[in-house]
């Protein structure tokens, strides 16, 4: 069984910054592609940001470009999210993700198979 554990979320203001982490509970962590997805409330979950197993491609939601950054570290079996620049329409529980598929350009924001159970951002204006 995989299990994704995520931390770093928080109350913050508006510009400011953030970290999330996701901890993967397998020694083959370089085997899975991993995303980040979030869900407002009273919305539907959407993708975030998705990397490789290798880390060398990455792809991300068009209102996050330029400000949030996704990253792994295959030796600690974790996959970061970096947020920078933190918008209110940015508050939400954030998902890590993980399938055990090749990231490709028609496959980064669907068929993950295992989530963990969030992490909540709240940005204030």
């Known amino acids: 069984q995989v299990q994704l554990v995520e931390s770093g979320g928080g109350l913050v203001q508006a510009g400011d910054s953030l970290r999330l982490s996701c901890a993967i509970s397998?020694?083959?962590?370089?085997?899975?592609?991993m995303a980040w997805f979030r869900q407002a409330p009273g919305k539907e979950r959407e993708f975030v940001a998705a990397i490789s197993r290798s880390g060398d491609s990455t792809y991300y939601r068009d209102s996050v470009k330029g400000r949030f950054a996704i990253s792994r570290d295959n030796a600690k079996n974790t996959v970061y999210l970096q947020m920078n620049m933190l918008k209110p329409e940015d508050t939400a529980l954030y998902y890590c993700?993980?399938?055990?598929?090749?990231?490709?350009?028609?496959?980064?924001?669907?068929?993950?198979?295992?989530w963990g159970q969030g992490t909540q951002v709240t940005v204030s204006s």
């Open positions: 993700a993980a399938k055990n598929e090749i990231l490709r350009n028609n496959n980064y924001y669907t068929r993950y198979d295992y």
């Open positions: 397998r020694r083959t962590f370089s085997a899975y592609t």
